[in-house]
Each structure stands twice: as structure tokens, then as C-alpha cells.
């Protein structure tokens, strides 16, 4: 079975600073998606950023990038810049013919 | 656009009793899911609908746990009789594309609480 893992319950970083989310995940398909929700207090799922996994270039959408790992099943999330509106949960998430969530990091900014 | 629709907002009902959840998705999308969220098991897919069609229901835990989806703009989640350990937030989303592995669009959710 598909498994998402996120071993950093929670997080914290100062304002514009960088910090990373990891996200590891066991799988025995070649071919999947995988996904950074991020969740704010109003509750809203929406989506960060989308890396295929057949393409070997780490996404990148505006001050968020990955780090895909295909080897390592990794795909850690990098938030460069922190704003106070990045405070969230962040859950990783993967896709094959379903979809599978992480638990959860909490990420904190101070400013 | 709207987004998607979900209502109500908030349910709090008595154990035994049926609840019937509602989603709106976005107007032009092909696929449908509903979610399950609680602290203890994080967020799970119950079901999901590719052109009004029930595509896997395998998430669905329990035979009280019903969803259907009549029209392409329309759908419901009915739990019948209800029981505390379902006590959850209800998410339903939806996408532009068929599958799993696309943009998918939340909406608010559903705080369903039974006593």
C-alpha cells in the first residue's frame, strides 16, 4: 500500500527566512503524482505545487520549490522568503489511481 | 466562479440520526471527490466520480456511508444512522480532469459533530 509520511509534525521559521517540509513516501509504481496542500486556519485545501514523476525537474511556483527524490521516494518542500501568511499546515500528498495525504506539518512564522 | 459549494457549514446531530451532506463542484469539472478529515486518521478519500460515474468507493468505511452524484452539478454524502466516531470534517473537491493525479479544487467543508 501507498504511504505518505511527514516526520516533522511541526515547524517554525523566522520571516523571510527559508524552510524546508520533508515528505517521504513508499510506493512500487514508476509513474504517479505528488502533490503540497496547504491548509490555513480557515480550513481550505489548496493546492501549492504539483510534480509528476516522470519528469526529473523539481517543480518550482513563484517562492515554493521541491526537491523530488525519485530514488529516495522523497519530495521535500522549500519555502523560501517566509510570510506571515504562509502559516498553515502544509500535507504532502500522493496519487496513483487514488490519493493518499501525509498527516500534517504545522508551520509557524515569526515575525 | 464560486468555487466549490458545500452545506451545510456545520452539523451537529444525535447519534442514530441520518445526515446528508451536500456539494455544488465547480461548473465544467469532470471529477468529484469526497474527503474525511479527523486527528486521528488525518485526511482520507472516501469516494470519487469520474463524469457523474463512482469510480472507487474502497475509502467509504462502513456500509451506513453512502454518496451519490445524480448530475454533473450535484452531490451528496449520506450517513445513515449516524455515530459518533463520525464526527469529522467533510471536504468535498473537484477538478477539470478525470483521475486523481490533477488539480484538485476543495471546498470549505462540512463540521459534521454527532452527540
Known amino acids: 500500500a501507498q504511504t505518505v509520511t511527514q516526520s516533522q509534525p511541526e515547524m517554525s521559521v523566522q520571516e523571510a527566512e527559508t524552510v524546508t517540509l520533508s515528505c517521504t513516501y513508499d510506493?512500487?509504481?514508476?509513474?504517479?503524482?505528488l502533490f503540497w496542500y496547504k491548509q490555513p486556519p480557515s480550513r481550505q485545501m489548496i493546492l501549492v505545487i504539483r510534480?509528476?514523476?516522470?519528469?526529473?525537474q523539481n517543480a518550482t511556483e513563484n517562492r515554493f520549490s521541491v526537491n523530488f527524490q525519485k530514488a529516495a521516494k522523497s519530495f521535500s518542500l522549500k519555502i523560501s522568503d517566509s510570510q506571515l501568511g504562509d502559516a498553515a499546515m502544509y500535507f504532502c500528498?500522493?496519487?496513483?489511481?487514488?490519493?493518499?495525504f501525509g498527516a500534517g506539518t504545522r508551520l509557524t512564522v515569526k515575525p | 466562479d464560486a468555487g466549490v459549494i458545500q452545506s451545510p457549514r456545520h452539523e451537529v446531530t444525535e447519534m442514530g440520526q441520518e445526515v446528508t451532506l451536500r456539494c455544488k463542484p465547480i461548473?465544467?469539472?469532470?471529477?468529484l471527490f469526497w474527503y474525511r478529515q479527523t486527528m486521528m486518521r488525518g485526511l482520507e478519500l472516501l469516494i470519487y466520480?469520474?463524469?457523474?460515474?463512482?469510480?472507487?468507493d474502497s475509502g467509504m468505511p462502513e456500509d451506513r456511508f453512502s454518496a451519490k452524484m445524480p448530475n454533473a452539478s450535484f452531490s451528496t454524502l449520506k450517513i445513515q444512522p449516524s455515530e459518533p466516531r463520525d464526527s469529522a470534517v467533510y471536504f468535498c473537491?473537484?477538478?477539470?480532469?478525470?483521475?486523481?493525479?490533477?488539480?484538485?479544487?476543495f471546498g470549505p467543508g462540512t463540521r459534521l459533530t454527532v452527540l
Open positions: 500528498a500522493y496519487s496513483y489511481n487514488d490519493m493518499r
Open positions: 510506493t512500487s509504481e514508476s509513474d504517479y503524482y
Open positions: 466520480f469520474n463524469n457523474n460515474v463512482p469510480i472507487d
Open positions: 510534480q509528476e514523476a516522470y519528469k526529473q
Open positions: 461548473s465544467g469539472h469532470n471529477s
Open positions: 473537491a473537484s477538478s477539470f480532469e478525470t483521475g486523481t493525479y490533477n488539480e484538485q479544487f
